[in-house]
C-alpha cells in the first residue's frame, strides 16, 4: 500500500489491493461500518478479517503483536466470523465492503491467518484461498462442498446432496464423524439420512489444494 500527500490530505492508493483479493464475487449488501473500539492501526487493509459481534456490530479481527510479530488474536465471546474487508480504508472512516464470498491471496494476506485458518474456513466457506509457488505459478484451491438440505433438526428421512462449485471436482465423505480423505467413500449420488448424522466432506482435483472440510449435523427426530 502506499501514501500519496497532496495538498495535506492523505490519499490511499490501493495498489495491493487487487492482488490480495483475487476475486470478489459477492459480499454484504450495503457494507458495514465497523466498530473500531480498541483497533490500534492506522489501516485496515484489504483481506483484514471482519467479524460479527454478539451485538450485531461489526469490527476488525483482534490484533496482538509479540515479538514484534503481529497477528490475530482470539474471537471475542459471542463473536463469529463475517468475511474479509475488500479494500483498504482507514481507521478513522471504517465503512468498508465486506467479501463473503470469492479468492484471496494467501501469500499476501495482511496478517498470518495459521492459527484462525480452520475456524474461519467453517464459518465462511465460500472464501477460498490461492497459493503462489515460488515460479509464480498459483495453485488453486477447490471449493468448499456444500450441503442441501442445510444442517438442522427434521422430523422425517433426508435426501442430502453434496455439490462443490469447481469443476471436475470429485467428493468424498464420512457419516461416522471422522474426517474425509480421498480414500473415505466417493459421493456418487443423493445420501440417506434417515438417523441422527454428522456428514463431513472435502472435495478434490488433480493440481489443485484440497478443499476445506465442510461439516453439517442432521438430527432426525
Not at 488474536?73 to 474479509?84: I, K, M
Not at 468498508?96 to 485458518?117: D, K
Not at 456444500?146 to 446432496?161: E, H, K, L
Request: glycine residues 8%.
Amino acid at each position: 500500500m502506499a501514501i500519496n500527500h497532496v495538498d495535506s490530505k492523505e490519499q490511499i492508493l490501493f495498489g495491493n489491493d487487487n492482488i490480495v483479493v483475487r476475486k470478489y464475487i459477492s459480499g454484504l449488501l450495503g457494507g458495514r461500518t465497523l466498530d473500531t473500539t480498541g483497533y490500534n492501526e492506522k489501516y485496515i487493509k484489504a483481506g483484514h478479517v471482519v467479524i460479527k459481534n454478539a451485538d450485531g456490530s461489526y469490527s476488525p479481527m483482534p490484533l496482538v503483536t509479540s515479538g514484534g510479530v503481529t497477528s490475530y488474536g482470539s474471537l471475542p465471546s459471542g463473536a463469529s466470523y463475517a468475511g474479509v474487508v475488500y479494500k483498504t480504508t482507514l481507521a478513522a472512516k471504517p465503512e468498508v465492503s465486506i467479501i463473503t464470498w470469492g479468492i484471496l491471496n494467501s501469500e499476501l494476506l495482511p496478517y498470518p491467518m495459521a492459527s484462525i485458518l480452520s475456524a474461519f474456513k467453517t464459518a465462511c466457506p465460500h472464501i477460498d484461498f490461492e497459493k503462489d509457488e515460488i515460479d509464480g505459478d498459483v495453485i488453486p484451491t477447490v471449493a468448499t462442498p456444500t450441503f442441501s438440505p442445510v444442517a438442522g433438526t427434521y422430523d422425517s428421512t433426508q435426501s442430502v446432496t453434496i455439490s462443490c462449485a469447481t469443476e471436475g471436482a470429485d467428493i468424498y465423505y464420512t457419516l461416522d464423524g471422522s474426517t474425509p480423505t480421498s480414500s473415505s467413500t466417493k459421493y456418487t449420488t443423493a445420501i440417506s439420512i434417515s438417523a441422527t448424522k454428522t456428514v463431513k466432506a472435502i472435495a478434490v482435483k488433480a493440481n489443485y489444494l484440497d478443499s476445506a472440510v465442510a461439516t453439517a449435523a442432521y438430527t432426525i427426530s
